[in-house]
Structures are given as C-alpha cells and as structure tokens.
C-alpha cells in the first residue's frame, strides 16, 4: 500500500474473522495487489471475504469448498477469486426520514424520465423500450386500452369493481369486497420488486416532509425540465436529487416537460385513487389520482 500499511486486527485462537483496514486515511487502490499472511492450513468449507466502503456499502466473495493455505514466498500466493465489485450507491441522504434514489425506477440517470406504472403494478402497460411512444401497437397483451381502468390489476374493468386495497366505505369493491389494506404490500410494490434489499415507494407522508425540509428549484438537467430538491437539513445542505417532469401516461404521455407525477405507497381514503407528489413549475403538492394512471416512480430506502 502506498506510504502505509494496513492494519490488521489481533488474531486470536479460535478466531474465525480477521478485518484489514486501511491506515492514515489512505483507501485501497484498484488493480493493487495486497497480502494477509496465515499460519498454513486448510479451511474445510472455504472462506468469504467482503470489502466496506466508507459510506457503508459492502459486496462479499464466497469461495466453497475445501481451500488450503500452504506456506506462500514472493513467486506465489494464493489469490482471492475475481469479480468482487460494489453495488453503486444510488441513493442521497437528505437528513431526512429516509434516503432518496437518485434516479427513477427504469432510468439510469437522474433527468431520465424511466419507466410509467399503475398503482399497485409492478410492471408497464406497454412493451419494452416504449415508455416514451405513444402508437398502439406497443401495448402488452391485455393492456390496448392503455393506462385505463380496463386495464387496471386490481379490478374487474372498473372504478367500482376493486379486488384488493378497497374498504366497505364508498361501495367501490367488486360485490362488496374489503380488505381494509392501505398501504401497499411489498409484493406490489415496484422498487422493492425491481430494486430488491429495502427499497419501496415513498409514503405520503415522506413526500411531505421532502417537500417541508427542502427547497425546491425549477430548472433543467442535461436538458431535461424539472425539480432540483435541495436539503435544508443542518449538515446536508449540500446535498440534492433532481425530480424530472416526466407528466403521465393514459393512452399517450401528457404534460411532459412541464409537469411531474409520483406514486405514493398509499392509497387514499375510501375511493379507487392513491396518494401521490405532483409539481408543475409553479407548485409541488401532494394530490391523488386514479390508480390506473402511469406515473413515474422515486424509490426510498431507510
């Protein structure tokens, strides 16, 4: 290691961990080589080793197996198995309730729009590769009527004919069906589906204090219309993500440029709509819609 070397913690018998750190701030290097020394023997079920990042993110290498660790000199040592990578951090921490994603859920950069979705789906209405185009012929099978009741999961063809997240207020579940369900289980909830570890939609009630303890700024990204959220938190004021105004789906996109949509976790009172974020240049609110509209959607994470 450049001008250091990592520290080792104190091996004892009966150990089965040891931790190698970096010194004097110093971080391991990529494409640098760097050696533990072992008493020789041999590790009946192989071993694992995981490397941390400073910001708490981890990815570990798991070798099975019966391994043997023999005497090593200068012309050969045993080295750990390839294709240990970290998992990029994608997240922002506002000093807020939770951590916000840095980009939507089938984007891949903060301006970019991704992907559309109802309320409660965890897939688009259209194909692959055709958020952004409106001609018929991309709607999946049992989608052609686009973001629309009849194509809704959770109903029978209907705003009055719900299957799940219905109470017996408002008469709207299918021959009286209630479930008394108002937020989202994880198995209809998209980020967890797509994203996977503890990442979920927002609930209304995170909007609202993104909204509290943020300052909102209208500009453009990458040439790319919408919000830069910047944190008004002590000690994470230099800190942001940028909300695109991706607008919505129906049958084509509407508002684009000019307004943005976001699904809450939570359904709203006893009617067929859920909680949602709206903005257009001039306002950020929080509003509700019908659950069959496509809205984008900004995962969070604790």
Same mark, same amino acid.
């Given at each position: 290691m450049e001008n250091s070397r990592p520290k080792v913690t104190g091996v004892t018998n009966g150990s089965t961990e040891i931790t190698m750190t970096p010194t004097d701030s110093v971080c391991f290097k990529v494409g640098k080589y760097y050696y533990m020394v072992l008493i020789?023997?041999?590790?009946?079920?192989? %071993?694992?080793?995981?490397?941390?990042?400073?910001?708490?993110?981890?990815?570990?290498?798991?070798?099975?197996?019966e391994k043997e660790f023999s005497r090593s000199n200068a012309r050969g040592k045993l080295l750990a198995d390839k294709g240990l990578s970290f998992p990029e951090i994608i997240y922002v921490d506002l000093g807020l309730s939770v951590k916000w994603a840095k980009y939507n859920i089938g984007a891949t950069s903060p301006e970019e729009y991704g992907d559309f979705y109802a309320w409660g789906e965890i897939?688009?209405? %259209?194909?692959a590769g055709y958020a952004r185009e409106n001609p018929q012929a991309h709607w999946k099978?049992?989608?052609?009527?686009? %973001?629309?009741?009849?194509? %809704?999961?959770?109903?029978?063809?209907?705003?009055g004919s719900l299957t799940k997240y219905c109470s017996p207020g408002g008469n709207y579940g299918y021959n009286g069906f209630y479930d008394y369900?108002?937020?989202?289980?994880?198995?209809?909830?998209?980020?967890?589906q797509k994203w996977?570890?503890?990442w979920r939609l927002p609930s209304s009630s995170e909007f609202q204090d993104l909204i509290d303890n943020c300052t909102w700024t209208w500009t453009t990204l990458n040439g790319i219309n919408g919000y830069r959220v910047t944190s008004n938190i002590s000690g994470y004021t230099d800190r942001s993500i940028f909300l695109p105004a991706a607008g919505k789906r129906y049958s084509t996109i509407f508002d684009a440029t000019y307004c943005g949509y976001y699904w809450s976790r939570s359904r709203y009172t006893e009617s067929p709509l859920a909680n949602s974020l709206d903005f257009t240049s001039k306002s950020v609110s929080r509003n509700h819609h019908d659950r069959f509209d496509g809205f984008s959607v900004r995962p969070v994470c604790p």
């Open positions: 020789p023997q041999t590790l009946d079920d192989g %071993y694992s080793l995981t490397m941390v990042t400073s910001e708490g993110s981890s990815a570990t290498c798991v070798v099975t197996g897939e688009p209405y %259209y194909k099978d049992g989608k052609t009527s686009g %973001y629309a009741w009849p194509s %809704y999961k959770w109903c029978n063809g209907e705003a369900v108002t937020t989202l289980e994880m198995s209809d909830d998209v980020a967890r996977g570890g503890s």
